[in-house]
């Protein structure tokens, strides 16, 4: 059986460490996993790691750095978005993800939600509500995405891999359009 891989954007420089501190702290307040900040442009993949990697660099070759925006911090149920910031609508980030879709063979319309999580786990809403009062002013409202990170992302988050980087270059073609 293969392996479970996921997709992740990555900022650098600045933001990220912002990024890493805030996260840290938050595990750290609340016992929960640290991991590295992302956006996940896709997750749940399951093929051979060489094919995963040749077509993470097909698709980082694609397109150019370019900027996401957050809205305001949210919280679900769901583990992996107990806090998280939404990115707002994006067209590079839309057009990566229908390339991504075409590439591993994911249905139109296939559920995208980017976002980037802040913290994993299982918190109490009220919890959820203190946590974003208190980090309101310590996110940077925009990040710029440099890199296509390949990570397999079977077990706890503890023991995910990373495969593969890739840097966002902007100069291969996928069939008939470039993202810029």
């Excluded at 929960?32 to 900040?37: I, Y």
């Excluded at 994911?106 to 980037?116: A, D, I, N, V, W």
């Excluded at 995910?160 to 008939?176: A, H, I, N, V």
């Amino acid at each position: 059986m293969t392996s479970k891989y996921s997709l992740w954007l990555v900022p650098a420089g600045r933001q990220a460490a912002l990024l890493s501190a805030l996260i840290r702290r938050l595990a750290s307040w609340n016992g929960t996993p640290t991991f590295l900040p992302h956006v996940t442009l896709m997750g749940r993949i399951r093929v051979p790691e060489g094919q995963i990697l040749a077509i993470a660099e097909r698709l980082a070759g694609s397109s150019s750095p370019f900027q996401l925006t957050f809205s305001t911090p949210e919280g679900q149920e769901e583990y992996f978005r107990a806090l998280y910031l939404p990115v707002c609508e994006n067209r590079e980030l839309g057009l990566l993800h229908e390339q991504a879709c075409k590439y591993f063979h994911r249905l139109e319309g296939f559920l995208f939600f980017p976002h980037l999580s802040l913290l994993y786990g299982s918190l109490d809403s009220k919890i959820k509500t203190k946590l974003i009062s208190e980090i309101t002013r310590e996110y940077p409202r925009r990040i710029q995405v440099n890199q296509l990170e390949v990570y397999k992302t079977e077990g706890p988050v503890e023991v995910w891999q990373k495969c593969g980087e890739f840097p966002l270059t902007g100069t291969t073609w996928l069939g008939s359009q470039k993202i810029t």
